[in-house]
């Protein structure tokens, strides 16, 4: 049977927003409220307000939690400063992902983790799985805060208008720990989700409403409007950022979506290790390719991607771009495939050749 | 609340029908269909001399979200096709009812139309 469904800090503030509210990984979420197209040019063009509190928070502490990272996580960990975060891979012993998180390093001994929501009470039991004789205790904080995410151009300025923190001084995938709003104690951080500048703020889950209506008003004058998850997935997309059960899965591996650059072989030993050193040598079976189409259909999930009459892939993500007015998408396409000029998707019964793209849509 | 007129026939799937004296009748989606969708990216519909039975798929709307099949009111074929849909799809979402009907069609079975929804039996649905 399906749980009750949660709901963030904000869920009065999006219902009197007039937002459209969507079940959304276990969790009552809003998908839009003008419109995802509108505010999706708003992030590219000003700044949208997101709220991700839906996303888990686990903190890792004690003597021994950089080597119990770089343990269970892909990426090198011990090497983040205090007052930094990292992007990085949790695998399985076969390469499949557990989950994709981002990691923020508060001093020598302590961590702070984002989990995906879907992925978070998974990604605990595995954690505390894996301690074996690390000291160090995982804390289960997901519902302890709240997370805004103002992204876009004029992200910036809208943010200094709520806190003295020194925004400027925030490099990216640093952060900052102070008051935003008159609520103390947020961490707020150069990351994003969109492919527009931005932070995103981790915030006592009580102060949550306050900072949201906050930000909103001051942003408002500057072209701020609160936007939903419809228009995260779209400004993911044209990033090409993965998400977690589409472009990287239990058996979609960060070498096969495109993210070796997470995996540092160099650093010793880690879950995975052999399982990925094997592709990452061999070449994986299958591999993530980042499309566009010249035509007006959009390509959906779980659509089959064809080398003339031989299925070879099949669509992970697809939407509507705003930036290129046509449709675009993510697929997982056979070895051997991925540079074919010929690759075509069905789309009710309509072929529709697939323009593999180099490089995301947006920088 | 959605805008359900007086003068329409109506379908489970939120399709509309719009009958003239000559037999023609002109087929659209509902505003309540239009605001479930979002924003309306593309419209795939029939050419002209196509024809479709009662219930039966006769094109498709694309939104941001999800693409959705339309299904053919009553037994038709295809006089026209609205084309303004092909550069400016989101009329969908502005004049469901107006800017936005999708096909021109010639009633095959004027009989069909008594097995519709009327105004206030779609309203009862939504």
New interface residues.
Partial sequence: MSEPLARTPLHALHVELGARIVPFAGWEMPVQYAGIIEEHQAVRKAAGLFDVSHMGEARVRGRDAAAFLDRIMTNDMASIRPGMARYTVMCQPDGGCVDDLIVYRFSETEFLICLNASNAAKDIAWMRSLIGPFKVEVLDECAAWAQLAIQGPLAERILGLATALPLGTIKRFGFAVGEVAGASGCVVSRTGYTGSAGFEIYLPAASAEKVARALLALGKPHGLVPAGLGARDSLRLEANYPLYGHEISERISPIQAGLGWTVKFAKGEFVGREALRRQAEGGPAASVVLFSLDDRRIARQGAQVYAGETPVGEVLSGTHSPTLNKPIGTALVAAGYTGSAELTVDIRGNRIPLRIAVEPFVK | MSNVPADLHYTKDHEWIKVAADGTAVIGITDHAQAAL??V??V?LPKAGKTFGAGEVFG?V?S????SDLYSPVSCEVLEANGSLNDT?DLV?REPYGGAWMIKVKVRNPGELAGLLDAAGYAAIL
């Fill in positions: 979002g924003d990216t593309f795939d498709a694309e941001v979200k999800a693409a799809p979402n």
